[in-house]
């Protein structure tokens, strides 16, 4: 059962854990008390309901699907170029990542680490400030950086860990982590050295991390524990640093727990007030009231949520890849996956509509006019365009 992973297997089966966290087909729009309809090249997405009324000045996202296009395997991630120019593919099952071009609708290129032959390339994050992008490869416990504009190699920096996974960056104090799903910890690596700072210890496979308050905090998702934590960050007093040797002290602040839950991705609002957590055992995302640290709503989704995007702080985009595979959760879905809008203004379902098979990644460009996401199964991504409208579309 894929929520209930020994520490004994997890080395043996972490790769194909991975896997797991994705799929659906792409085209095609569904009301949960209808038959889906297949959404063709062109087509418009249409909501889930209608509003007569709007916010004076509210804007709706209308989404027309671009198509879909094939990629290399496993397509664990995609992230646009802070200039909206590219897509980039981490791939699971291959050596490298894919840089897909968005104006000729193609892979222009697959980058390799030098001198790297493995698999497992997980996660990735733009650092424009930087004019950088890292990405993790699992199978080495490393993180890559990258130029960008460019895409030329600058370094490998080990992170300590084992399994390392998704990427966060703290520009206040210019800190990169990274959470390690097999060695239970985050790794707190300096930037300008690459050095390892801190391993923070967590809970059971911690996935996705976010830091807020200036970069004083940082929340932690642990997929096999069901718990959400938040620790401080500061830098220890000189004589505390001398008796110690620590570079960093952490304390954990506050936790939230949830029986059997499968915490996989986290936003934050742009004022931090609010969080958005997705959790694939339950199939749900959850709102999280950041000053008190408590869940203030929630909202079920279809099968197994993985990446979640915010779009203009109000729309937030899901990712479900569909239900397991009875015989293996690694192979293919029997039902393709789907993308949930919620409006988070009243927590509800703005739109829902079809995947490929186990959709797992999912982006928005930095500018808010395009919206991406892989198929994990059938080696593709999906581009739709996002218009805006004063009111949402009507369904028929």
Not at 209 to 237: A, V, W, Y
Request: proline letters at 6%.
């Amino acid at each position: 059962m894929m929520y209930n992973i020994t520490m004994k297997q997890k080395i043996i089966s972490a790769f194909f854990l991975c896997v797991a966290a994705l799929g659906f087909p792409a085209g095609k729009i569904e009301n949960p008390e209808q038959k889906e309809i297949p959404l063709a090249g062109g087509q418009q997405v249409q909501t889930m309901v209608s509003r007569e009324n709007p916010e004076p000045g509210k804007i709706f996202p209308v989404l027309t699907k671009e198509g879909v296009y094939s990629c290399g395997k496993q397509p664990k991630q995609v992230i646009f170029t802070p200039d909206g120019k590219y897509i980039v593919l981490p791939l699971l099952d291959e050596n490298g990542f894919d840089i897909f071009d968005i104006e000729t609708k193609k892979i222009i290129k697959r980058i390799n680490p030098p001198g790297n032959s493995q698999k497992g390339f997980v996660e990735g994050i733009f650092i424009p400030e930087k004019s950088s992008f890292f990405i993790s490869q699992m199978t080495t416990n490393s993180i890559y950086e990258y130029s960008y504009p460019g895409f030329e190699f600058k370094r490998e920096i080990p992170t300590g860990g084992i399994w390392s996974k998704f990427i966060a960056w703290n520009k206040e104090q210019n800190y990169i982590a990274v959470s390690n799903w097999v060695s239970n910890n985050i790794s707190i690596i300096d930037y300008n050295t690459g050095e390892l700072l801190a391993l923070i210890e967590t809970e059971k496979a911690p996935r996705g991390i976010i830091f807020t308050e200036d970069g004083k905090s940082l929340i932690s998702l642990s997929f096999e524990r069901g718990t959400i934590q938040k620790f401080s960050i500061s830098e220890p007093l000189p004589e505390e640093a001398a008796a110690t040797g620590r570079k960093l002290t952490v304390t954990e602040d506050k936790r939230i727990f949830i029986n059997n839950a499968a915490m996989r991705h986290i936003v934050v609002n742009k004022d931090e007030t609010k969080a958005w957590i997705s959790d694939m055992y339950h199939f749900k995302i959850y709102e999280i009231n950041l000053s008190g640290f408590t869940i203030s709503k929630e909202l079920k989704v279809f099968h197994n949520p993985n990446t979640i995007e915010l779009l203009n702080d109000r729309f937030l985009f899901v990712s479900s890849r569909g239900p397991n595979n009875p015989v293996d959760y690694t192979l293919r879905s029997p039902q393709n996956g789907k993308i949930t809008v919620i409006d988070t203004g009243d927590f509800s379902v703005y739109t829902v509509f079809e995947g490929g098979n186990q959709p797992t990644g999912l982006d928005i460009s930095p500018q808010g006019n395009l919206l991406c996401f892989s198929d994990f199964q059938d080696a593709a991504l999906e581009l739709y365009r996002i218009d805006y409208s004063v009111s949402p579309p009507v369904k028929n």
